[in-house]
């Protein structure tokens, strides 16, 4: 100490040098630093403080009021978000101080079996750790549909990245799904008509998945930009952009007009698809579109006598139900078996010439007659002679002897022979 004291500056000249110190900011903050450094060494790590909290918490020998035990247990979640999650044992605790942070729903861990489960009475997530506590899977059941256990790769995602905020929003969606002031039947069927609706706004925007151009497929197109449910998000369609939205006050350059931009910041207006209580409703349990054409624009639903389909049964309760031998009459000299199709459709059936379906149930033969007969009809057949017939227009040149017994096949008539010569179709 002896080299310390010769470079020492003189004891005088710094007490005349140095001011007394005034209680600023600065040295009121440097004082309180300094006691909680001091401190320290005291201190005990946060997941022993948050271990001995929650010793303190299920505790069944101090009896604490209920008051105390929410206080505690919202300190005991405050110290969870600030624990770095590295273990297994930390993962548990931070799940579990999620699934209490969302009102309704319950925690499971079957410990020392990997899965955990957060859970309410109607769906449950559940986590599949590693030993390591990494996240190995996330999977999601509706229990509106017990078959269906799918796994969520947004949620994987989300928790392999320790984003335990964006976590709680899908769990608190998940949650939100099934808010509705009724019975567990009511709130599957409640379900059941929300995955049906989407099934089929889905189905719109497949119909139009041709609409590739970003401003027409916001604005032109039946949904808008939809983006289906993931994890806890509802279905989302996006119908309006203004050329405000892309503009980026930050930066001030303008935003490109593409779907992933606009996913990605969330911009436009745009409405989300969930269920609400209300007074009774009648609401669809399946899908209502049914897509009826294949890629090159042919019926799928077209019945054939060889099938052995039941007509009795797809036209039960008809006053008149399809008949075969419909097929065998001629109106204006065309073979109704040239042009019409039964369809797979209750009390419908298919004019191949105007690709339009046709009603029969009440009238029957009369209405498939009458359709013949009409001037669309006669002009669209009209229209097929003189032009070479666009593939997939109709596909009627595969099975002209439609709907003949089998007895019959392969007799074909004159005028069935001439009909197709004159609209270009190879027999
Ligand atoms: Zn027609």
């Known amino acids: 100490m002896a080299a310390a004291e010769t470079v020492s500056p003189d004891p005088v000249v710094s007490v005349v040098e140095t001011p007394t110190p005034e209680p600023t900011k600065e040295t009121t903050l440097e004082n309180l630093m300094e006691k909680l450094r001091a401190k320290a060494g005291q201190c005990r790590s946060w997941p022993e403080m948050s271990k001995s909290l929650r010793v303190a918490i299920t505790e069944k020998r101090h009896l604490m009021n209920s008051g105390d035990r929410t206080q505690l247990q919202k300190v005991l979640d405050t110290l969870q978000k600030s624990i770095k999650v590295t273990s297994l044992q930390s993962m548990v605790e931070r799940l579990e101080s999620i699934s209490r942070q969302v009102q309704g729903v319950r925690f499971s861990n079957n410990c020392p079996s990997p899965e955990l489960y957060i859970y309410n009475d109607m769906f449950y997530v559940e986590i599949i750790l590693e030993p390591t506590g990494a996240v190995k899977d996330v999977k999601i059941n509706h229990q509106a549909d017990p078959t269906v256990i799918v796994t969520c790769p947004e949620l994987v995602k989300v928790l392999k990245a320790g984003n335990f905020s964006e976590f709680t929003k899908h769990v608190e969606g998940l949650a939100s799904i099934y808010q509705l002031n009724a019975e567990k039947m009511q709130k599957s069927q409640a379900f059941l008509a929300l995955q049906a609706l989407e099934t089929d706004l889905g189905m719109l925007a497949q119909l139009k998945s041709s609409i590739t151009e970003p401003r027409n497929l916001v604005h032109n197109s039946p949904v808008g930009i939809l983006q289906k449910r993931r994890g806890g998000y509802s279905l989302k369609l996006t119908y309006f952009i203004s050329p405000y939205d892309l503009l980026d006050a930050e ?122 007969e009409s001037r669309k009809h006669a002009d669209a057949v009209e229209a097929r002679q003189k032009n070479v017939p666009l593939p997939g227009a109709g596909g009627y040149n595969s099975d002209i002897s439609y709907g003949l017994h089998p007895m019959f096949k392969g007799c074909l008539t004159a005028s069935e022979n001439s009909f197709f010569t004159a609209i270009g179709a190879t027999c």
């Open 251 to 372: 930066t001030k350059t303008s935003i490109p007009l593409t779907a992933e931009t606009v996913i990605e910041k969330g911009l436009g207006q745009s409405v989300t698809v969930c269920i609400e209580s209300s007074t009774a409703h009648k609401l669809q349990t399946t899908s209502l579109i049914t897509v009826t054409k294949t890629t090159d624009g042919r019926r799928k639903d077209i019945v054939n006598r060889t099938d052995e389909a039941d007509i009795r049964a797809i036209d039960s309760g008809l006053k008149n139900p399809w008949r075969w031998d419909w097929l065998e009459k001629s109106v204006n000299g065309v073979y109704v078996r040239e042009v019409i199709r039964k369809l797979r459709s209750c009390g419908v059936a298919y004019c191949l010439v105007c690709s339009k379906e046709l009603i029969y149930g009440s009238r029957g033969f009369s209405a498939l007659a009458k359709h013949m």
